[in-house]
């Protein structure tokens, strides 16, 4: 693939710094009577060149998000707001809003400068296609300026789509599963690519996806969304390391959940004590990630029998069964461990109190 030549990026639209670019209040929409609701009370800004990932399940209302954001669907109730006007009746040609599909959605019968040229309807017509070559160039693919979509790659086409996108100057771009269609190498590449050209550009983004490693490295906050309601919103790092609910744990990798009783920063555990986040008296439930327990020799009949192993080359994940409850281990794979050996788990960071 080749490389982003970002010093060549068409300026965006300035947009003063450290305002919100969009906020949502409250958006809710059910599709049809008695039926639950599809998105349920949704809020959450983003600042102007910030990329937001919008992460959970098929059916969780993450699309149907987007589409209200976009303008293809109206919300029963709630509010929507561009640099803080509210845009919420306005139709989606009014709201300066572009959009990258799943399908590319490329023209076939135009070469892709053509299709570039024609999302610029603010450029005058004699200026066009030396903008669409400035756009292509910035995605790499000037050179294949006379060249029809169906001579492309898939991730060619991809980069085409998101240049014609980008020639519109949106306010925002929104992308729909927009690297599902590319194979694994393919699409961690592209993702990357993606992001530095949004970076370069300066462009605000929602990317909607249900894979958790893209929303992790793709964005700078990542919402996690389930059965119409959105959980949480953080920066990966955060979400990750310190989720609100069981389900945002557990849909952002593999997680030990652990019911206790905390007093101030520890919890006693089926596990033992373990160190958490809140300085808290009662009931509680931590998840402690994988990657933060050791393993260490047990003494026959005590400690945790492995069950499983994983071997994945940088890594190995292990799964162990200790009086009844299971707990998952991920160690470096430079030392290896035996399925039916016994070992003790030692918590080596602070696990993070649930809300539920």
Same mark, same amino acid.
């Given at each position: &693939? ?12 300035? %947009? ?6 969009? *906020? ?14 599809? %998105? @349920?009370?949704?809020? +959450?800004?983003? /600042?102007?060149? @910030?990329?937001?990932? #919008? ?8 699309? $149907? $998000?987007?589409? &209200? ?30 959009? =990258? ?28 296609? *030396?903008?669409?070559? /400035? ?15 169906? /001579? ?14 980008? *020639? ?19 699409? /961690? ?15 605000? *983004?929602?990317?909607? $996806? ?7 490295? +793709?964005? @700078?906050?990542?919402? %996690? ?7 949480? =919103? ?13 389900? =945002? ?5 593999? $997680? ?14 089926? #596990? ?6 809140? @300085?808290?008296?009662?009931? !509680?439930? =931590? ?29 190995? +994940? ?20 035996? !399925? ?17």
């Amino acid at each position: &693939m080749n490389t982003l030549n970002v010093t060549k990026a068409p300026k965006s639209p300035s %947009v003063a710094p450290n305002t919100h670019l969009i *906020a949502a209040e409250g958006l809710t929409k059910r599709y049809r009577p008695g039926d639950p609701l599809a %998105v @349920d009370s949704v809020n +959450f800004s983003l /600042e102007s060149g @910030d990329i937001l990932a #919008l992460l959970g399940p098929s059916g969780c209302g993450k699309t $149907t $998000t987007l589409r &209200m954001i976009a303008g293809f669907e109206q919300p029963d109730d709630g509010q929507l707001f561009l640099h803080g006007k509210n845009v919420t009746a306005l139709p989606p040609q009014q709201r300066r809003i572009g959009i =990258v599909f799943q399908d590319y959605a490329l023209f076939p019968h135009m070469t892709l400068g053509q299709n570039v040229a024609f999302a610029m309807r603010h450029v005058p017509k004699a200026k066009r296609a *030396a903008k669409a070559r /400035e756009w292509l160039d910035l995605v790499g693919l000037a050179d294949l300026i006379k060249r029809m979509p169906d /001579e492309l790659s898939g991730g060619q086409q991809q980069r085409v789509a998101l240049a014609r996108t980008l *020639a519109a100057e949106p306010e925002l771009v929104l992308l729909d599963e927009p690297f599902s269609n590319l194979d694994a190498a393919l699409r /961690e590449s592209t993702r990357k690519e993606v992001r530095k050209l949004f970076k370069a550009s300066g462009t605000t *983004a929602i990317l909607v $996806t249900h894979d958790q490693g893209e929303a992790l490295s +793709f964005a @700078d906050q990542v919402g %996690v969304m389930h059965a119409g309601k959105l959980l949480q =919103v953080d920066r990966p790092e955060r979400i990750y390391q310190r989720p609100a609910t069981a389900f =945002v744990a557990e849909f952002l990798g593999h $997680t030990n959940l652990l019911d206790g009783n905390a007093e101030g920063e520890i919890a006693q555990t089926a #596990l033992g004590p373990v160190g958490i986040d809140s @300085d808290i008296k009662g009931p !509680v439930r =931590v998840s402690l990630r994988p990657e933060h327990l050791a393993m260490s020799p047990a003494q026959e009949g005590k400690g945790a029998t492995i069950i499983e192993r994983e071997f994945r080359g940088h890594d190995c +994940f292990y799964l162990l069964e200790q009086k009844g409850q299971l707990y998952s281990v991920i160690t470096p794979s430079h030392i290896l461990w035996k !399925v039916g050996e016994q070992v003790d788990l030692e918590p080596q960071r602070r696990g993070s109190v649930l809300r539920d």
